[in-house]
C-alpha cells in the first residue's frame, strides 16, 4: 500500500525522525506519556520540558474498521484495507492508527498482540504500522 507523504512539523519532527531510524518514541512530560505530538506548553507546567522516550513497540489491537471508499487517490487500489487502533503495552491511554500490513479486510483478531514496523511513505519518510505477532 503506498502511503501519502508526510511532511513534519515543529511538533512531530522528532517523531519522524526517529521513524527513520526505526525507533518508535512519544512525548513524556513529569512521567506521562503524550501522544500524538504537541506544543509543550500544553501537557507540561511551567519551567517543564518535554523528552522523547523511546517505547518497546509491542501493543495490542485495540479495535478495527474495514476502509470501502476513499477520497485519497493513492489509497483506491488498496480498497478495501483495515484501519486498526492499536493500543501500546507502554500505557493504554496511547493509541496509534496502522493498515496492518499482511491482514486481510475484517480478519482483524482484536485483543491480538503487535510489534511495529516502519514502512516509506511516497515521499520518503518512514511511518510506523503495526503486523501481527506470529
Not at 511532511?7 to 519532527?13: S, T, Y
Not at 525507533?23 to 513524556?28: A, N, P
Request: proline share 9%.
Amino acid at each position: 500500500m503506498v502511503k501519502q507523504g508526510v511532511v513534519p512539523d515543529d511538533f512531530n519532527k522528532p517523531f519522524f525522525d526517529a521513524a527513520n531510524e526505526g525507533r518508535l518514541v512519544v512525548q513524556s512530560c513529569n512521567d506521562r506519556l503524550y501522544f500524538p505530538p504537541r506544543p509543550a506548553s500544553e501537557i507540561c507546567g511551567e519551567g517543564e520540558s518535554v523528552v522523547w522516550k523511546e517505547m518497546s513497540g509491542r501493543g495490542t489491537i485495540y479495535n478495527y474498521c474495514v476502509v470501502y471508499d476513499c477520497p485519497v487517490a493513492s489509497l483506491k487500489e488498496d480498497l478495501p484495507f483495515n484501519l486498526a487502533v492499536i493500543m501500546l503495552d507502554e500505557d493504554p491511554g496511547i493509541l496509534m492508527y496502522s493498515h496492518l500490513p499482511g491482514t486481510a479486510p475484517d480478519e482483524v483478531p482484536v485483543g491480538a498482540a503487535v510489534r511495529v514496523i516502519f514502512e516509506e511513505t511516497a515521499n520518503g519518510q518512514k511511518v510506523p504500522e503495526w503486523v501481527l505477532v506470529e
